[in-house]
């Protein structure tokens, strides 16, 4: 069973950092894929990053770019999104997601139960 | 970027009717079309993935069609536990792109 948990969420203060991590379980990690999703309260879904599997390839939301650098550690089954210069409209609950396809065999992605950011002062 | 418009914002509906929501990209993104629910306070839940494919333990009352633009997902025999917000999600390119939401509500 795919099993997704995201931790590190809390309050930080505009133009401050946090680190969120995603511990993955289930499924060959390093086989995937792996994005971070946000949900600002009362909004909808917003994609923020996405990772290769070998890490090689990252990409970005426009707005998030040059302020979040995702990551991750296959040794460790993690994946990360490291989040500097944080603005209020950064406050979401943050979600891990595993990507659709490996080796030509594709799912829906599976979600974790999310972590909140709030950034305020 | 591609746009993902969703159609309509919200709808209400009876006890075992059919609904239809209607998910249109900016652009051709082949099948690449995926459709989530999401209840309120849960993370979202995989429906459809490859616009018509059916997630693995989702009832077969969800349905997905459409290519390149334009896409449906149906909802038969509604029922009390489909109130839900439902989304799609373009992932052919970079940034991946999701629809504005469909609330769904039993009447």
């Known amino acids: 069973e795919v099993q997704l948990l995201e931790s590190g969420g809390g309050l930080v203060q505009p133009g401050g950092s946090l680190r969120l991590a995603c511990a993955a379980s289930g499924f060959t990690f390093s086989s995937y894929v792996m994005h971070w999703v946000r949900q600002a309260p009362g909004k909808g879904l917003e994609w923020v990053s996405g990772i290769s599997g070998s890490a090689d390839k990252t990409y970005y939301a426009d707005s998030v770019k040059g302020r979040f650098t995702i990551s991750r550690d296959n040794s460790k089954n993690a994946l990360y999104l490291q989040m500097s210069s944080l603005r209020a409209d950064d406050t979401a609950v943050y979600y891990c997601a595993k990507g659709y396809c490996s080796g030509g065999v594709c799912r829906g992605p599976d979600w974790g139960p999310g972590t909140l950011v709030t950034v305020s002062s | 970027d591609i746009q993902m418009t969703q159609s309509p914002s919200s709808l209400s509906a009876s006890v075992g009717d059919r609904v239809t929501i209607t998910c249109r990209a900016s652009?051709?993104?082949?099948?690449?079309l995926a459709w989530f629910q999401q209840k309120p306070g849960k993370a979202p839940k995989s429906l459809i993935y490859?616009?018509?494919s059916l997630q693995s333990g989702v009832p077969s009352k969800f349905s997905g069609s459409g290519s390149g633009t334009d896409f449906t997902l149906s909802i038969s025999s509604l029922q009390p536990e489909d109130s839900a917000t439902y989304y799609c999600?373009?992932?052919?390119?970079?940034?991946?792109?999701f629809g504005g939401g469909t609330k769904v509500e039993i009447k």
């Open positions: 999600q373009q992932y052919n390119n970079y940034p991946l792109t």
């Open positions: 490859a616009a018509s």
């Open positions: 652009q051709g993104i082949s099948n690449y």
